[in-house]
């Protein structure tokens, strides 16, 4: 790995994501610092768009939101200034869900943890105070300097009194920037692999609701009992252990599920399809579910008896997936046949147009068609649970005339749907 990181011209080191206010004039100077201090700091090309900021990097004439979201997909580090107002702002939250996305991608694909967001203090925020996903990012901020992580940046650059603190934050923060870039190597993506956008920060209540708990279910093969003319390669001990996207896909595809759901703040259970089976088929007040199904079961009769067995109930708070891959030479050479066992395993859930499968209008061929699809159908299950779920109205005389609400806006990401090369034909 080089020692100087560089990047294409077109393609910004890092993203500065921070609330907008008055005050943003302040911002800018210290992106235009940062910029500088990490141009000096690598051999990026003195052309080269060093930071992303919404208010200083827009081409005239172009939609925000388009830029945005094409930043988000190719920067390498996204860098968002904390402060109690940042996690109040839902676009704000959308942004660093976006980026989330990203990284959750890139890790299902490259083993490790990259550490490609850097978060740095505007104003000084309480731990108990931030949103879990925040939580989770480790950074020591007295790394920067005491009177930093005492006062933050803004009290730093608005105080000629701290003006070598300013100095000494704006070059340590660049140092952790570059090595976040260095050592993660972030994949850039499309805009359009971000799939629905959800508000990061967003805290769902301390005890989670029937319709905020989600149960993953793998209905997989194993590596003692594979289907006749599978490799054991994409299994494992357990049906969990699936990964049908190997071996560019470094974690099982039930984990991946489970972090997708999690960043848009359900609660997650991940079962097999035999543990998970009385679950499935209870109560629908107990939980979303979502059914991953391994195209090769219907190759084999004693594996397929209780799933096809499953697909004569009604459950429409479970939605199903069929993860297909294109690159997987096994599945390419008997997809024929797979996809006749499927039509005799699943033949209700199926013909459901909903239901993302290689027979449907909406196939999953790759991890990223996957990743996108998976909050579509997590959504379908729960505005069809809203629509059946009882109403509890409170007490109080009954309006002749009640006014009905449409469904809640669950986010449906930036409007303008674009890839990193221009607008989405889509």
Same mark, same amino acid.
């Given at each position: ?34 910029? *500088? ?5 690598? $051999? ?9 900021? /919404? ?39 959308? +942004? ?11 890790? *299902? ?37 005491? +009177? ?14 701290? +003006? =070598? ?44 609701? *029937? ?28 049906? =969990? /252990? ?88 096994? $599945? ?85 749907? $674009? ?8």
């Amino acid at each position: 790995m080089s020692k100087y990181p560089t990047v294409e011209t077109s393609a910004p080191y890092f993203f500065l994501a921070y609330a907008h206010t008055p005050e943003s004039s302040w911002v800018s100077k210290l992106f235009k610092d940062l910029s *500088a201090e990490i141009l000096e700091r690598t $051999t990026l090309p003195t052309a080269a768009q060093v930071g992303f900021m /919404d208010d200083s990097a827009i081409q005239l004439g172009r939609e925000w939101r388009e830029e945005v979201g094409v930043a988000l997909a190719n920067c390498r580090v996204f860098v968002p200034l904390y402060s109690p107002r940042y996690f109040t702002r839902e676009e704000c939250g959308r +942004e660093w869900h976006a980026f989330a996305q990203r990284v959750l991608s890139h890790r *299902a694909r490259v083993s490790g943890n990259p550490s490609a967001i850097v978060p740095a203090l505007w104003t000084p925020v309480d731990l108990e105070d931030m949103p879990e996903a925040a939580r989770r990012i480790q950074m020591n901020h007295r790394s920067l300097g005491a +009177e930093y992580a005492r006062e933050g940046l803004y009290t730093l650059i608005k105080n000629s009194f701290y +003006e =070598q603190s300013y100095v000494t934050a704006v070059q340590e923060l660049a140092k952790h920037i570059i090595s976040a870039a260095e050592s993660s190597q972030l994949r850039s993506c499309r805009v359009s692999d971000f799939g629905t956008l959800h508000n990061a920060f967003h805290q769902p209540d301390r005890k989670t609701p *029937a319709d905020r708990r989600l149960t993953v279910v793998v209905a997989a093969a194993t590596k003692d009992r594979l289907p006749p003319g599978r490799s054991s390669e994409y299994y494992g001990a357990s049906p =969990q /252990d699936w990964n049908p996207y190997h071996p560019h896909s470094q974690q099982t595809i039930g984990q991946y599920a489970s972090e997708i759901a999690r960043l848009h703040s359900y609660e997650t259970t991940l079962l097999s399809f035999d543990d998970g089976y009385e679950a499935l088929r209870g109560s629908r007040s107990s939980s979303l579910g979502i059914l991953l199904v391994d195209a090769w079961l219907g190759t084999d009769p004693d594996l397929s008896e209780k799933l096809h067995a499953f697909d004569d109930l009604e459950l429409d708070w479970l939605g199903t997936m069929v993860p297909w891959n294109q690159e997987d030479k096994e $599945t390419r050479r008997r997809s024929d046949e797979l996809k006749r066992g499927l039509e005799r395993l699943l033949p209700n859930r199926l013909s459901d147009i909903r239901t993302p499968a290689p027979l449907s209008s909406l196939p999953i061929q790759t991890l990223e068609q996957f990743g996108a699809q998976l909050p579509r159908v997590i959504n379908g299950v729960l505005y069809r649970y809203l629509d059946r779920a009882q109403a509890h109205p409170p007490a109080g005389p009954t309006l002749s005339q009640p006014h009905l609400a449409g469904p809640p806006d669950y986010g449906s990401g930036w409007s303008s749907q $674009t890839d990193a090369g221009g607008p989405d034909a889509d």
